[in-house]
């Protein structure tokens, strides 16, 4: 579990190059959501949203299986790559910044938002982390398992890995005749942090001026409920998720109950197994 873990420390350093890309050549949207990454299990890569550089639509990503960073263009080919393999944090982002100006782009632009520390300190140097496969079947299946909830749940939201947290998830938000967000449920996998010390799936959601009784929440079949002040939702570990069939269950309840919980009308919602 620590292999994992450290794999999630050292991609989570890179994939902020990432965001940063998408930072100097991409509009910002309402949900920040320009700086979010998709993982590529046909390719098995990392990748930040393209950007149009030179009538060319451009794209860094973190390759899996050369363990480097590439700027590759809509024909897959490679115009710049990186092996970060022995070098520190800061020789990574001159690299990048070099190959931003190169292009006409100053790179000045940070983030728009503050990591809470530095998963790869700036004196470290990168290692290939030896947990990769693993890292990618986990991060596979986060993906399968969202998309299906997408399909259960019959909403439609992006499955994406969100740079700050490292997260991989998707976001369901109810509104109001005017448009307002009432309610909202999100889900997904999250690296280890405070809650667990190793990577885990999470539900979780909030109801406009009337809070969610997390201590109400009936038992789940798979993973459990947390009522904390810290946080308050459901929550499965890896290690409780290795049959598929605890994944979907641990979702599907999950769902199913918030969504009553949430929402005005609950005669659509489909109860866990119903397909």
């Not at 998963?119 to 596979?140: M, N």
């Not at 399968?144 to 740079?163: C, D, G």
């Not at 109810?174 to 996998?189: S, V």
């Not at 009936?218 to 946080?231: D, E, H, Q, R, Y």
């Amino acid at each position: 579990m620590s292999a994992l873990n450290q794999a999630d420390q050292t991609l989570h350093s890179l994939s902020q190059l990432l965001a940063l890309t998408a930072m100097q050549g991409l509009p910002p949207r309402p949900d920040d959501s320009q700086t979010n990454l998709g993982w590529n299990s046909d390719l098995h890569r990392l990748e930040g949203r393209p950007f149009v550089q030179n009538s060319h639509l451009l794209r860094l990503v973190i390759d899996m299986a050369t363990f480097t960073l590439q700027f590759v263009d809509e024909r897959e080919h490679i115009l710049a790559i990186f092996s970060p393999e022995k070098r520190t944090p800061a020789e990574a982002t001159a690299w990048w910044k070099s190959q931003m100006q190169a292009w006409g782009m100053d790179g000045n632009k940070g983030l728009n938002y503050q990591l809470d520390h530095e998963s790869i300190t700036a004196q470290s140097v990168y290692e290939r982390p030896d947990a990769l496969p693993t890292w990618a079947h986990w991060r596979t299946t986060a993906n399968t398992a969202l998309l299906a909830l997408n399909k259960y749940s019959k909403h439609e939201s992006e499955v994406r890995i969100w740079p700050h947290h490292f997260d991989t998830g998707v976001y369901y938000a109810q509104t109001d005749a005017d448009g307002n967000e009432k309610a909202a449920i999100w889900a997904g996998y999250a690296i280890a942090d405070t809650l667990q010390n190793e990577p885990y799936f999470y539900l979780s959601g909030y109801r406009r001026g009337q809070s969610i009784d997390f201590a109400a929440a009936p038992v789940l079949s798979a993973g459990k409920w947390l009522n904390t002040p810290n946080w308050k939702g459901a929550l499965l570990s890896i290690s409780d998720a290795d049959k598929e069939e605890s994944l979907i269950q641990f979702f599907e309840e999950g769902y199913c109950w918030l969504a009553q919980t949430t929402s005005d009308t609950v005669e659509s919602i489909k109860k866990p197994g119903v397909k």
